[in-house]
């Protein structure tokens, strides 16, 4: 089979993308443009701060993410170090503690029933457990 030049190659697509009316730079700029909205908003971006450091309304998802496993056993039991650490996270007064850790426990049954029952879910479950408790 009979290779093409990679100068015949590059003359062919340049051709073929000015009789579509575009032009390099503009076809470079949507590249750029749409690549760097792209990483912008799905790679944590804006999740951290300028220092390289979790941005506060962040933490709590953050600690969810790492530590699924270790959490969910926590939660099924209704006690635990995770547990208590995320009540820290989520802003649960320490008088209020073991409220949340039965409620949490309560809602264990109703999370796991579900089909995707990933970190997202375990989150959104302590964090209406704690905002139900102000």
Same mark, same amino acid.
Not at 5 to 27: D, E, F, M, R
Not at 122 to 132: D, E, K, P
């Given at each position: +089979? @009979?290779?093409?030049?990679?100068?015949?190659?590059?003359?062919?697509?340049?051709?073929?993308?000015?009789?579509?009316?575009?032009?390099?730079?503009? $076809?470079?700029?949507?590249?750029?443009? $749409?690549?760097?909205?792209?990483? /912008? $908003?799905?790679? /944590?971006?804006?999740?951290?701060?300028?220092?390289?450091?979790?941005?506060?309304? #962040? @933490?709590?998802? !953050? #600690?969810?993410?790492?530590?699924?496993?270790?959490?969910?056993?926590?939660? !099924?039991? /209704?006690?635990?170090?995770?547990?208590?650490? +995320?009540?820290?996270?989520? =802003?649960?007064?320490?008088?209020? %503690?073991? !409220?949340? #850790?039965?409620?949490?426990?309560? /809602?264990?049954?109703?999370?796991? =029933?579900?089909?995707?029952?990933?970190?997202? %879910?375990?989150?959104?479950?302590?964090?209406?457990?704690?905002?139900?408790? %102000?």
């Amino acid at each position: +089979m @009979k290779t093409l030049s990679p100068y015949i190659l590059a003359a062919a697509v340049l051709t073929v993308l000015q009789a579509a009316g575009c032009t390099i730079k503009g $076809t470079i700029n949507q590249i750029t443009d $749409t690549t760097s909205n792209v990483t /912008g $908003t799905t790679s /944590g971006a804006a999740w951290w701060n300028e220092d390289g450091q979790i941005k506060p309304d #962040f @933490k709590a998802a !953050a #600690f969810v993410v790492a530590n699924e496993r270790n959490l969910e056993q926590d939660i !099924a039991a /209704g006690r635990g170090e995770y547990l208590t650490s +995320m009540s820290v996270l989520l =802003g649960v007064s320490e008088d209020r %503690r073991p !409220a949340f #850790f039965s409620s949490a426990q309560a /809602g264990y049954a109703e999370v796991t =029933g579900l089909r995707s029952a990933g970190p997202e %879910r375990w989150h959104l479950l302590l964090q209406s457990t704690a905002n139900a408790l %102000r």
